[in-house]
């Protein structure tokens, strides 16, 4: 049994055939999904798509590629939106200098008002961070000091600034296909390191997939490969990966009922 912690369910590429997308995950094992929310005004369509599906939780949150157009400066929306029963995470958020799509003082006002409702409303913070490792780790730090909150970060690709602050706050890290991808050698190596009891595997699908399906569109039927590598990397065997990564998935994200698998 499988967790993919990442996807977005609701992008075209995927949303055109959601009934399927899930049936094939279910048949490839992957027991539960977290689609994520990149902005206030497609979430309703989010919520939507774990509304009709007992397994598939959501997030709310506003990327940092949107932060210029829906960035937010306070917590109020965000936590307001999480009180929704399938609702168990704050993000995804944080900082992307590879594309810059937003100026980076609105993508820090914004990861920091996500963090706000983090703390607020109790539940983990998604953090996507892309070339941005000093300022996510001082940023992270400097929040964690005002106040605990819990929290992941996601398609793990940065360096060891990253990793080292994450599991110096109690984060845990997921990792998504690119751990499969020839040239991320320096990423396995941080992986390796990674203890087992704060991973978690995702497919950040539709993008990402990885080999032997790189290239192609991802679904989350496709976390499987990339939990064959970290298991690989941990030198574990695919079950214990797996029962790892879920029991990591459940204690992070402590509103989502594990209960509802068993039905
Ligand atoms: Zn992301
Ligand atoms: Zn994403």
């Known amino acids: 049994m499988l967790i993919d912690s990442h996807c977005h369910l609701d992008f075209p590429e995927l949303a055109a055939e959601e009934d399927a997308v899930v049936t094939r995950a279910r048949d490839a094992g992957i027991a539960a999904m977290l689609t994520i929310g990149t902005r206030l005004d497609s979430f309703d369509k989010v919520r939507a798509v774990a509304e009709r599906h007992a397994n598939i939780w959501c997030s709310v949150g506003v990327h940092p590629h949107e932060a210029k157009e829906e960035g937010q400066r306070t917590p109020d929306r965000l936590v307001a939106l999480a009180q929704h029963p399938k609702v168990v995470g704050i993000g995804e958020t944080g900082l992307d200098y590879f594309y810059e799509h937003s100026p980076r003082d609105e993508q820090a006002a914004s990861f920091r008002a996500h963090i706000a409702a983090a ?9 996507h961070t892309r070339d941005a490792d000093d300022d996510t780790a001082a940023i992270l730090r400097a929040e964690m000091a005002r106040g605990a909150f819990t929290g992941l970060i996601h398609c793990f690709s940065s360096g060891p600034v990253v990793a080292q ?19 991320a050698e320096a990423l396995r190596g941080i992986v390796r390191d990674i203890p087992l ?24 039927a496709f976390v499987a490969h990339t939990a064959a590598k970290v298991a690989e990397l941990k030198g574990v065997s695919m079950a214990e990966l797996e029962q790892a990564t879920t029991d990591n998935f459940f204690r992070l994200f402590t509103k989502a009922d594990r209960n509802v698998l068993a039905a």
Do not use: C, H, Q, W
Request: no cysteine.
């Open 119 to 127: 703390r607020e409303s109790g539940l983990p913070l998604i953090v």
């Open 165 to 183: 602050a994450a599991l110096e706050l109690g984060m845990s890290i997921s990792i998504s296909g690119i751990v499969t991808f020839k040239a």
């Open 197 to 220: 009891d704060r991973l978690l595997v995702e497919t950040d699908a539709p993008y990402l997939a990885p080999v032997p399906k790189r290239g192609k569109r991802n679904e989350p």
